[in-house]
């Protein structure tokens, strides 16, 4: 299953901004719960923020009131709004179905990502 597609990262100054899509495609989104993933260099990939498929939303305590996760099903995409980025937010940015196991979450289907590097 790998009918998601990452894009809108790049090189951002801290203090800038950035927007990231996750754009879907066949029966992937429509009514599931969808989640932001990140792998820093030299760390293991972590939870970012989730989007159920009713809209409630999730944060990691690392980006909660920087990132903001928004989808638009009509358009069957998931976005990742970053505001003031800093040089730790510097990783690979996953998209992928999200699953709560008790006060976690969890992804998989992983694609390539889009990297996203924080620059002072």
């Known amino acids: 299953q790998r009918q998601l597609r990452e894009s809108g990262g790049g090189l951002v100054q801290t203090g800038g901004s950035l927007r990231l899509s996750c754009e879907a495609s066949g029966r992937t989104f429509i009514r599931s719960d969808m989640g932001w993933f990140r792998r820093a260099p030299g760390k293991e990939r972590e939870f970012s923020a989730a989007?159920?498929?009713?809209?409630?939303?999730y944060y990691a305590d690392s980006v909660k009131g920087r990132f903001t996760i928004d989808r638009d099903n009509a358009k069957k995409t998931v976005y990742l709004q970053m505001d003031n980025p800093r040089p730790e937010d510097t990783a690979v940015y996953y998209c992928?179905?999200?699953?709560?196991?008790?006060?976690?979450?969890?992804?998989?289907?992983w694609g390539q990502g889009t990297q996203v590097t924080v620059s002072s």
């Open positions: 989007i159920r498929w009713t809209g409630e939303k």
């Open positions: 992928a179905p999200a699953y709560r196991h008790g006060s976690g979450w969890f992804g998989n289907s």
